[in-house]
């Protein structure tokens, strides 16, 4: 099961961010966790900066955008 977790205080951009990544992998067809993160501390002791990010099991694939249907699809299918 993949961990797909939203880090962000909840601007829109990263509300758009957590459902295209929920949609990606409703769509790839895998098992999966959804986990938002709106602590800052926990945020920045991920050594996110920029938000909205997104990380796969605890590991920060990307910062500061949100990337399209087909690049989430890729990151999250990466491990």
Do not use: F, H, W
């Not at 993949?2 to 909840?10: A, E, H, P, T």
């Not at 409703?26 to 709106?38: N, Q, R, T």
């Not at 500061?64 to 989430?72: F, N, Y």
């Amino acid at each position: 099961m993949k961990k797909i977790q939203i880090l962000g205080m909840g601007c829109p951009k990263c509300a758009k961010l957590y459902a295209t990544a929920e949609n990606a992998a409703k769509e790839l067809g895998i098992e999966y966790d959804m986990e938002k993160i709106d602590d800052i501390d926990r945020i920045t002791d991920m050594g996110v900066m920029m938000t909205p990010a997104l990380a796969i099991n605890n590991e920060v694939k990307l910062a500061g955008r949100i990337p399209s249907m087909e690049d989430l699809k890729k990151i999250i299918m990466e491990d």
